[in-house]
Each structure stands twice: as C-alpha cells, then as structure tokens.
C-alpha cells in the first residue's frame, strides 16, 4: 500500500542516511520502525514478550511472579490501557 507522510526534512535526512548505511529501502525502514514502535507500545505485546522470556526461565516463583505483575500493573506501560 502507498501512502504520503509529511516528517520534519532534518528527521528525512536522518532516515536516509540510516536508510544508506543499513543498505535498507526508505520503505522498508519506514515499515520496519513503525512496526516495532507499535510492538513496543502495545501492551498485550510486551506482555506476550515478557511471558515467553517467563516461560524460557522455567522460574516458578509466585512471590516472584506476583510482584513482577505487580510492578507491571504501576508501569508506565499499563498507564495508557
């Protein structure tokens, strides 16, 4: 899909230089970062991510495992949902 965007020209000039030295298409860089902004602020995302990396432990603890809901539940990450 083709769309039109209007950034300021200092952050165009950054992105293609970072387009250039990462031998990536504007395109695709433009892509590649709008996804992992959206995957970074999604907060069912960031869940999923931290319950793999749970998971991967094999760390059972509930003390552990409730605190760390916790401390997520007062993040900066759960103040927008």
């Known amino acids: 899909m ?26 695709r860089l433009f892509s590649d970062t709008v996804a992992e902004y959206l995957a970074r602020h999604d907060p069912q995302e960031v869940t999923a991510a931290m319950d793999r990396v749970c998971a991967e432990s094999g760390h059972k603890d509930e003390f552990v495992a409730s605190t760390a809901r916790r401390t997520l539940n007062e993040s900066e990450w759960c103040a927008e949902v």
Request: proline share 4%; charged share 35%; aromatic share 4%.
């Open 2 to 27: 083709k769309t039109a965007v209007s950034i300021p020209a200092e952050l165009y000039a950054e992105t293609e230089r970072l387009s250039k030295r990462t031998k990536k298409s504007l395109s």
